[in-house]
């Protein structure tokens, strides 16, 4: 028969504390003391979620929204030009860092 972890309620005693001599039995004594520095679960708990101050939920097409928001640049005009060449990749890339102008120089 395999072996049923205990839900976080079948550690704890009625009065709400951690059940020591189970958690004993169960995990090796290096980990129990562990177990004491994490607030015993309540029924009046809600259940964790992700959020932030700008949406109702986190997601992270919002959250680049919000990072690029004041970084944006319209585009070179010639971006779509380079990115539809017939020229290999790396040849699209250096040209678009040349556009940029984001090439390593000796100047700075």
């Known amino acids: 028969m395999p072996f049923l972890f205990p839900s976080f309620t079948d550690l704890m005693l ?3 504390h951690w ?10 004594a290096s ?7 994490i ?11 992700c959020c932030w101050r700008w949406d109702r939920q986190f997601s992270i097409s919002s959250a680049y929204e919000k990072l690029m928001a ?3 640049h319209a585009p070179h005009p010639f971006w779509k030009k380079v990115w539809s060449l017939a020229i ?7 040209l ?5 102008q984001k090439l390593m120089t000796n100047v700075e």
């Open 19 to 28: 059940d020591i001599h189970l958690l004993s039995d169960i995990f090796p």
């Open 96 to 100: 678009w860092l040349a556009l940029n």
């Open 39 to 49: 607030r015993c679960p309540h029924p009046n708990d809600v259940a964790d979620n």
């Open 70 to 72: 004041n970084h944006w």
């Open 14 to 16: 009625p009065s709400g």
């Open 88 to 94: 290999p990749q790396r040849l699209r890339i250096f």
């Open 31 to 37: 980990v129990v003391p562990h177990f004491f520095s």
